[in-house]
């Protein structure tokens, strides 16, 4: 395919057409008629040789050849934006700006404070608006609405850039009453009544990606491994939770 020959505002189109699964509410989207976003849609088809859209009982829904694109898409259109994107130097001690910080209640209680110490003689002006991960989707990073996450994550989008800023371990918590307290092992481990903490304080459900179902924990996946399975009783999108 000849790139100079494609209508590179085709691919704006066709993200919102995928992102609302409906000819007219993407259209009002973006400002145009109905009649002109189907025309749109027929020549995304012609395109891409696929239908893309499906008419269906629930609406219209995404074909393989959609679903495939969608993500290559939205990297392709956020690395453009970022690159025509004009550079005006920060000055943080007369800044004013908001900063939206996604991250979990621990990296909040472990990173915060430093942080606001360092903010107060460096750039007194600045506001921090934190966010949990249940509030936050990659969708709205990518358009703008959060400046940055912190947290762990299995995969990002390529588009993102990434840091590691600590590592760390997994431990044990129990009341010191508790009858595993003296002597810990896998049985009274598995009979033990334990909290969970997950993105969305759901044990299966939508976390920072709203497209993508987030499975086993890593603790529940490898206890699986060995033909085992604990006893989950609560779960919390909440650090500090299981400390009270």
Known sequence: MN?????????????????????????????VTQPAMSNILRRLRNLFNDPLLIRSSEGMTPTERALELQPRIRDALSDLSMILEPRTEFRPYTSNRVFRIMTSDYAEATLVPRLVKALRSEAPNVVLDFLTPSDVS???MEQGKVDLAINRFNEIPQSFHQVLVWRDSFSCLLNDKHPAA???????????????????????????????????????????????????????????????
Do not use: C
């Open 138 to 140: 990659y969708r709205d």
């Open 182 to 244: 003296q002597h810990l092992n896998l049985k009274n481990y598995l009979d033990a009544q334990h909290i969970w903490v997950s993105k969305t304080g759901m044990g299966v459900g939508f976390g920072i990606n709203p497209d993508k179902q987030a499975g086993l924990g890593w603790i529940d996946q490898a206890l699986e491994r060995i033909g085992q399975k604990r006893k989950i009783s609560v779960f919390t999108r909440h650090y500090q939770m299981p400390a009270l």
């Open 3 to 31: 790139l100079e020959r494609v209508d590179l505002n085709l691919l704006i189109y066709l993200d919102v057409l995928l992102r609302e699964k409906n000819v007219t509410r993407a259209a009002e989207q973006l400002g």
